[in-house]
């Protein structure tokens, strides 16, 4: 394949990682080798392949080193200095669980948009400033690597485009430097929002983060021949803010095979799999399912809640102590993250499926597409005007108010008696409308449509 027919992909994420943007352009990557189209990607590791440089293979990675920057360690020295000083945005300490029942508020994890204010100026403020400022540098490092590593495969290989994935953003930023040095098309897939975020996690509760990510995202796109959204609710707020770019959307979607359904005969096994942070509150699910296994009077054998990931503990809470104080430590399993291979294995026994609440309201998290698929029913704790729920709408999920525990309660007791009664769920989506593949073919095309034209 002539080397006019490669693609220069930048991806802080690539397998060997297990993170969703590995996972979209490990699948992305593969369909377009089987059309014809070659890739060197740039991505984040500790070990480098530039011994496969000139090897002949259809995709050619090269793993960059990341680091701390100069300005991080300012940063780092600067939030030191003030780590003393209180600030009613920290996370708390960790609290008895008991004394905050599902209903309680919790410090604010989550700050809308327009909740941040330049003044006046505290020390909070400055704190979640500086926090902002090391986020938004945090990956120059590597940025700054892959725009000399580009300059170094561009002596021996010419580019038809250049492809940017991000978060992290820096590689947008690195894409568009790398473009305007080869003369090639840039293309952006920002797989979340970034300046057209509605909302940010306390650690950069600051205009300052809008400020910074504005910017860099207007040099961005105004480089750009094509930027591909993860969600057409996404895609919407752009055209908002940049009415005469192309901006199409292709979701993530699904890849693999489902789990075979094994469902024990005499256990009613729900499973979350993914993290509790921020704003994804598991109490109202607990309180929920307490509610219901009481009304039930199911034993604690029949039913089981399974986390598996990030789930020790919700806002500075152990989640074993919040599961105790519902009275379900003997129906609730808090396991690590795990493979595939062992997360392939709790799929095939869950009857259901939990999505959590989030509050970045136009994105879908990955594994939304994967519950979809699985032999399990999907209990969706989604508010209203988000992109999760308007993708759940045209399944026929169940769909809760976050905080509705009643509702949630009654879903458990018409999904459980049913299980009692010999039904067994079957795959929400039976289609392939969220197929990793579709999605591929949809960003293969637009990349064909684009690339001639820009070179013309």
Known sequence: MSDKSRVLLLSYHFPPSNAAGANRWDAFTRYAVAHGVEFDVLTAGTSSSWAKEHAAAPIRVFALPDGFSRSERAANSALGALKSLR???????????????????????????????????????????LRSWLKFTAHSPWADAAVRAAQRLRLSTQYRCVISSGPPFASHMAARRIAKDLGAPLILDFRDPWSAQNAVPWEIASPLWFSLSGHAERACIEAASLIVMNTERAAQAMRA????????????????????????????????????????????????????????????????LRFIGEC?????????????????????????????????RYLQEAAMLVVLPQSAT?????????????????????????????LLEQTGVDIVEPHDVERIARVFEERLRAYRNGVRPTP???????????????????????????QA
């Open 87 to 129: 600030s009613h945005r920290d996370v708390p300490q960790k609290s008895p669980a008991e004394t905050v029942p599902a209903t309680q508020d919790v410090p604010q994890q989550v700050f809308r948009r327009d909740q941040l204010r330049w003044l006046p100026l505290t020390t909070s403020s400055l704190r979640a400033g």
């Open 241 to 304: 803010i940049y009415p005469n770019e192309r901006i199409e959307t292709v979701p993530n979607g699904y890849s693999g095979t489902p789990a075979a359904p094994a469902h024990p005969p005499d256990t009613f096994s729900v499973l979350y799999a993914g993290a509790v942070y921020l704003d994804r509150d598991p109490r109202p699910l607990l309180a929920g399912l307490a509610l219901a296994v009481n009304r039930a009077e199911v034993a604690p054998g029949a039913l089981r």
């Open 312 to 344: 020790d503990s919700y806002a500075g809470m152990p989640l074993a102590d919040l599961a105790s104080a519902h009275g379900l430590s003997e129906y609730v399993e808090i396991h690590p993250p795990v493979s595939r291979k062992e997360l392939a």
């Open 362 to 390: 136009l994105a879908i998290p990955s594994k939304v597409y994967e519950n979809l698929y699985q032999h399990a029913w999907v209990l969706a704790l989604e508010p209203e005007d988000t992109a999760t729920r308007s």
């Open 428 to 454: 929400a989506v039976k289609d392939d409308r969220y197929r990793v593949e579709q999605q591929a073919t949809r960003f293969l095309t637009l990349v064909q449509s684009v690339v001639p034209r820009a």
